[in-house]
């Protein structure tokens, strides 16, 4: 059915029914989508998802065994006949797909990530929350930073509860230094609950710096620099700045930023096709986690291609870039080959469904990207404390190979 995400925006839900156990999985959507992901929507209508679910899918599920995850993802690509899931949408096909996934390991009375770790083959773990604390670009409205995430996360905590509340502490200590020092700011928060303020790149910076004193957190970025990117001048800009980069001035404005501010984490920091200034980046700061978002798009043949060019140290996984379980699951799998860090995340428009949290923790993700504060963001975090509590220590908390 059509549902609400977190921007007011349609979404789909699919629920799941096998005898007397269901599943319910919502999808969620991104602004600040990559070109290469697939279309989450036939024509940008989510009931129009809904109407294909009706009328070339649902009869294709009935009888369909949900433990076989794979056949589920094949019939969603057979029944679509595209390349980019354009007919039934990917939105349509992960919800169906995570569903599905939940379905079986309900069925095996088995917890969500440890259904996903059996398939993945990978070592579950809890990973470290990757918090948005301060917003700008596609997600925030005029006079707010360029960048679209300030990121923060915890270093050297005793479990996944501890890591959850300092990321809180850190918005919190956040919003009462934005409150006090900067004039006309009344508290407003972007599109993932991240404070949004009339600052540029650096103060921001600055105060998020000031923010985390004494908290041991690492600091990162969210560039989302395909947002800035002007193909036709070959320039970044920078709207709320009036300021124009070429890749040349791109890379030096970032490396400055990792030097003065001891940046761990740099997300797509160019735009999705320049291979080249992500290796650059990478080169010059040996233990930077240089992130692909838009530049991989959770494809397990683009995560290849970038470890090969030595473009990334990490990647970011979003289930509905790509449309399938499996396919995230191959992705993962291929990050693993290749020594580069997983991070598991959500979209900027979200259901206040807690799937994300089992998919992080059965594909053993460093991070899980899903923000701090907001209904929808704290769903994840919640259902990573459920897991924590119920399997305590038999579950190790991630460490930053890196930082
Ligand atoms: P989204 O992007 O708005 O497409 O969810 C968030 C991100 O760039 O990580
Ligand atoms: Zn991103």
Redesign the pocket.
Known sequence: MVIFDSRGSETVEVELVSGNISARVGA???????AKEVMPFPENDARKAVQAFNTVLKQRLLGFDASDQRGVDELLKKVDGTENFSRIGGNLAYAVSAASAVLAARAQNIPPWAYIARLSGLKPCYPLPLGNVLGGG??AGEGAPDI??FLVFPQHVANVVEAVKCNVEAHRRLGRILLRKVGGFGGGRG??GAYAPPLDDEKALEAVKEAVEGLNQGLGL?V?ASNMYNTERDRYVYRNRGVEKTAEEQLEYIAGLVERFGLAYV??PFHEEDFESHRRLCKMFPRLLVCG??LVVTRARLIGEAARKGSVRAV?L?PNQVGTISDTIAAAVEAERNSIVRVV?????ETCDGFLAHLAVGLGATFI?AGVLGGERVAKANELIRIYGQHGESLLLAEVGYA
Do not use: F, N, V, Y
């Open positions: 969620p959507s991104g602004k600040s989508r990559g596609a997600h679209q995430e599109d993932e969210d989302a997300e797509d978002d838009d970011i979003k995340s959500h979209r900027s428009g990207k």
